[in-house]
């Protein structure tokens, strides 16, 4: 079945840079989008970035100018880089796909199990 596994999180500290990589793996007929997800800490789950397999990339406005994502369909993963991070970015980051497993398959959400990314000094 459809699995997608994060990796690249962890400690980092004010201004600094950390990349971000999600490998989708399994059942993969299609993949209409990929992106990141993060949830802060006492807040609810919000989208980073994300981008179709049409070129559509939409970003959070609190991170428009200093993360990219990139998506590599011949691997099927996503990257997210991150740059001038800040304090308020620590969250724990959710790799997203919309993905149809197989042809009968209309598309589904799937989730990673989530990296954590403290910057801290």
């Known amino acids: 079945q459809v699995q997608l596994v994060e990796s690249g999180g962890g400690l980092v500290q004010p201004g600094g840079s950390l990349r971000l990589s999600c490998a989708a793996s399994g059942s993969l007929f299609s993949i209409d989008a990929m992106g990141w997800y993060r949830q802060i800490l006492g807040k609810e789950r919000e989208l980073v970035a994300i981008?179709?397999?049409?070129?559509?990339?939409n970003y959070a406005e609190s991170v428009k100018g200093r993360f990219t994502i990139s998506r590599d369909n011949t691997k099927n993963t996503v990257d997210l880089q991150m740059n001038s991070l800040k304090p308020e970015d620590t969250a724990v980051y959710y790799c997203y796909a919309i993905i149809s497993p197989s042809y009968r398959d209309p598309p589904y959400n799937y989730w990673g199990q989530g990296t954590q990314v403290t910057v801290s000094s």
């Open positions: 981008t179709s397999t049409g070129g559509r990339t």
